[in-house]
């Protein structure tokens, strides 16, 4: 398995629900990060992480807290989310250490509703 | 207000035909990106330009940096149903700044 890969691809939830969302990558890299992408709004950087450490938070609400035990793998911790957080959440990951090095590479995205 | 304008929001062809899409924006980068995200899937980066003026092909796609490094563009000749997509761009202003994205151009090319 290669790239970037993100589980589940779709996610519904009530507002009082707790879940996770997963993301891996088998590319050898350094930094990962969470970005939201709503309709109609730019890419939203959410969190980013260089060797496992959280070095950006976007002024996201408690709500989502993101979790990274090592360089492959990224985590975001949903927790009493509310129907404006419904969006496409990205991960990505890249090779350098600095937020803008290079290329972002992206995984699939999960689909996240919450009623 | 946002940092990286892109124009037009929705463009809709046929096969065949040429287009342009563009990336604007009142600040300088020192660098900027285009992307393409299809329906379903992330994006996927199609080309960076670092120099103002510098122009850079991809089969059928052409980028444009502007002289001042402000603006950009990405030139389609003969779109083909496989260009469909949300083309982004995405600009780093300086040092350690982020990375941001504009809000993209969804096309659609009919055939």
């Known amino acids: 398995e290669t790239g970037v890969t993100q589980t589940p691809r779709h996610l519904v939830m009530g507002m009082t629900n707790k879940k996770s969302l997963k993301c891996e990558q088998h590319?050898?890299?350094?930094?990962m990060y969470w970005y939201k992408q709503s309709a109609k709004k730019p890419l939203e950087l959410m969190f980013v992480y260089n060797f496992k450490e959280q070095t950006e938070n976007n002024s996201v609400p408690s709500r989502f807290s993101p979790e990274c035990p090592n360089s492959s793998h990224l985590f975001l911790h949903l927790h009493t989310l509310q129907p404006e957080d419904s969006a496409l959440y990205l991960c990505a990951s890249s090779l350098g250490a600095s937020l803008n090095t290079g290329e972002l590479f992206f995984g699939e995205g999960s689909r996240l509703t919450v009623l | 207000t946002q940092l990286l304008e892109q124009s037009p929001q929705f463009l809709s062809i046929q096969e065949g035909e040429n287009l342009t899409v563009y990336c604007n924006s009142s600040s300088v980068f020192s660098s900027l990106q285009w992307y393409r995200q299809e329906p379903g899937e992330g994006p996927v980066l199609l080309v960076t330009v670092v120099t103002g003026g510098e122009v850079k092909k991809l089969k059928r796609l052409t980028f444009q940096f502007g002289d001042a490094r402000k603006d950009s563009s990405l030139h389609i000749t003969a779109a083909q149903p496989g260009d469909t997509g949300l083309y982004l761009c995405?600009?780093?202003?300086?040092?350690?700044?982020?990375?941001?994205f504009g809000k993209g151009t969804r096309l659609s090319v009919i055939a």
């Open positions: 995405a600009g780093v202003e300086s040092g350690n700044t982020p990375l941001v």
């Open positions: 590319l050898g890299h350094n930094a």
